[in-house]
């Protein structure tokens, strides 16, 4: 059995030194063969020096073999403003990212290998969520996504036509920023023949810390954990793959109950899953 670890971003709260400290001396405790992790919005806040040094010390793109027949791709979120307070460039994918997502996943694809996508949000008009609370809240909401979708949803329009979508899902996308329970509908679908998969969230911090710099709120912190279901778990979503099979499933374990969720989805791979180089 192997493991791969896959942190789709908002990795930390706002890159300060205690939490990044508090995030690597968790992550050297997870037992994982490979670890992927990519930059969101929040982990950006203080410029792409502090992101890469500290939290991931790679490109903001670059491609993860993951078998012998997936190409993972991942692109952290980075701009030269990101730094500055600005949100909206906060949520944007650097143009030479998505250059290289358009060639690599292109040539992944046309070798005959299944494209996985690791980006922290999604695009605009895709992925609407709904909230089964809705009298309570709002019913359908679209959080936040990648600020240049425009650029992103060109890229991916390419991908959605290849041939191998006519045998199953070959190109899946990954992501994570709404903080939704992965219990929730529409977290899992396909739009236009990709599998979009919202990974839930993963608190590693301290709530109550998180909020010190708002001292006037502090004792907001639990309340809003016990109202608000996307702060109240831990939850993550398991993939699994056997090898020389063609169908996979992809499961949710809620971390703090130490127990799996009672769904399962039942995914038709476009090519048997193959075993890589160990």
Known sequence: VKITLIGAGDLVQDSEDWQIKDFLEKLSRIKADVKI?????????????????????????????????????AISNDHDEAASGNKDYQRYLPEEGLRFLEEEGLRALREGKML??????????????????????????????VYNSGALKKVLSQFSHVECTENGICIVYVYCHTHTPAHWPDTVIVDHNILYINTSAIRTTDYDRDLSKYKKFRFLARPLMKIFPWNKYSAVRVLFLQYGSDEAILAGRNLTKDRWYNYLYEIKLSVPFERGQD
């Open 37 to 73: 992790l990519i930059c969101g919005n929040h982990d950006v806040k203080k410029g792409r020096e502090v992101c890469l040094q500290t939290i991931y010390p790679r490109s903001f793109f670059y491609k993860e073999e993951i078998g012998g027949n997936i190409i993972l791709i």
């Open 116 to 145: 996985f996508i690791l980006v922290h949000e999604k695009p605009e008009g895709v992925a609407k969520l709904v909230d089964p609370r809705s009298l309570l809240f709002w019913q359908r909401y679209n959080l936040s996504n």
